[in-house]
């Protein structure tokens, strides 16, 4: 009788291992999204972006991003699913923090303590050949950054034939919901530069170009 007993325990016991494992097992699968490393120091941008907006902005904004998108996903077909087919396919808040994830990701490693001046190979052709030179390019890449009304994100995309595009994105959204590849993006929600320029978002727009690694945006063409 104590054989038989131990035997049914030892039974139970090994199941609920078993069970306890696939669950375990289970949550493993689910993907979790992480803040991003920048590639510099915080206060390498100085003083086109100061350290305090760094650390605010990635540390703090961009970490409740990805905090929110984690606790968001788990249950839902995005689970598993990447980062850009998420911000193509969901809506509502999965959708506002995948998107603003994916923007800051393209955001903060587009810049370089030692970045500024033009692209040069085939994204200069191509913004000549679009724009007619790199300045009339920037004119109408600041005025789309200044002239969106609220937040949201200028960006310089590339569509399936290789030709690019300017556009306004209110919010978090990114041009993958078009079908583009976006390229380069500017941020223009306050808590992006209130810290540095207070009201003057066309002075915050003006400076980023100082610090744009062009190599950086090149390789996403």
Request: proline share 4%.
């Amino acid at each position: 009788m104590l054989t038989l007993c131990l035997s049914l325990l030892l039974l139970v016991t090994n199941n609920s291992n078993n069970s306890s494992s696939q669950i375990t097992d289970k949550k493993e699968e689910i993907m979790k999204f992480e803040l991003i490393k920048l590639p510099y120091a915080a206060n390498a941008l100085e003083p086109v972006i100061s350290k305090a907006t760094i650390e605010f902005h990635h540390g703090k904004h961009l970490q409740a991003y990805v905090n929110n998108l984690n606790n968001l996903i788990p249950g839902t077909k995005f689970e598993n699913a990447p980062l850009e087919q998420i911000v193509a396919e969901s809506d509502g808040a999965i959708f506002n923090n995948a998107g603003q994830i994916l923007n800051h990701n393209l955001y903060f490693t587009q810049f370089s303590p030692k970045g500024g001046g033009e692209p040069k190979g085939k994204l200069a052709e191509a913004i000549k050949a679009t724009w007619g030179s790199f300045d009339n390019f920037k004119k109408e890449f600041n005025a789309a950054s200044v002239g969106l009304f609220g937040s949201g994100w200028a960006w310089l995309s590339v569509d399936k034939d290789g030709k690019l595009h300017i556009t306004k994105e209110p919010n978090g959204s990114n041009p993958v919901r078009a079908g583009l590849k976006p390229l380069l993006g500017f941020d223009v929600w306050e808590h992006a530069y209130y810290l540095d320029y207070q009201n003057r978002r066309a002075d915050h727009v003006n400076k980023l170009w100082e610090i744009i690694d062009w190599d950086v945006v090149e390789k996403r063409l």
